[in-house]
């Protein structure tokens, strides 16, 4: 081997290492939420939520993303005789810090704020609004395609005169790299 070939070897070897999948994302989401009520009189109610939503962000490296995302409630849950109890319209802004355990699988963590509504027969329940943490796990289908699954937890800041209320759920994702 020649110097030469040995200096390219050198040059080109961390290259390999250090190609990332780099650009802008959009994901289509499946998100399950569990909201919980507890109430002041000492009952606490559990309910379901459906969500469908978008993820859009930007993937600097393996390790390092930005994103935004937007849901809408799709189907909701009742609480004795009450009307539907739905998600409305939420969205937030993460910092997603990956770790790649092979070339197919990443662990994630996401740390952000959301925003968004609860709504209870068309009318607003609770507004939450805070922080954000969840982990997850990607699966890269090919080099474009990605599948998620990730638990997340929305804090909501608020509490009512007569109970108390929080948001947590699992998303299910599909992404697409540009």
Do not use: W
Request: hydrophobic share 35%; glycine share 12%.
């Amino acid at each position: 081997m020649t110097k030469f070939h040995l200096f390219a070897l050198i040059l080109l070897l961390p290259s390999s290492f250090v190609k990332a999948d780099e650009g802008f994302y959009l994901s289509g989401i499946y998100s399950y939420q569990d909201y919980n009520l507890n109430f002041t009189d000492n009952k606490d109610y559990s309910l379901s939520l459906h969500a469908v939503g978008t993820n859009f962000g930007y993937q600097f490296s393996d390790f390092f993303a930005t994103e935004i995302r937007f849901t809408t409630g799709i189907k909701g849950d009742h609480l004795k005789n009450s009307d539907e109890i739905e998600l409305g319209n939420s969205y937030g802004a993460y910092l997603k810090i990956s770790y790649p355990i092979s070339r197919i699988y990443s662990l994630y963590g996401l740390v952000g704020i959301g925003a968004g509504k609860i709504n209870i027969g068309g009318d607003e329940l609770s507004t939450f609004r805070g922080g954000s943490l969840g982990v997850g796990l990607t699966m890269k289908l090919n080099s474009a395609f990605s599948a998620s699954l990730e638990c997340l937890y929305q804090d909501n800041n608020s509490t009512y005169d007569d109970y108390e209320d929080s948001l947590s759920g699992i998303q299910l994702g599909i992404q697409y790299l540009f």
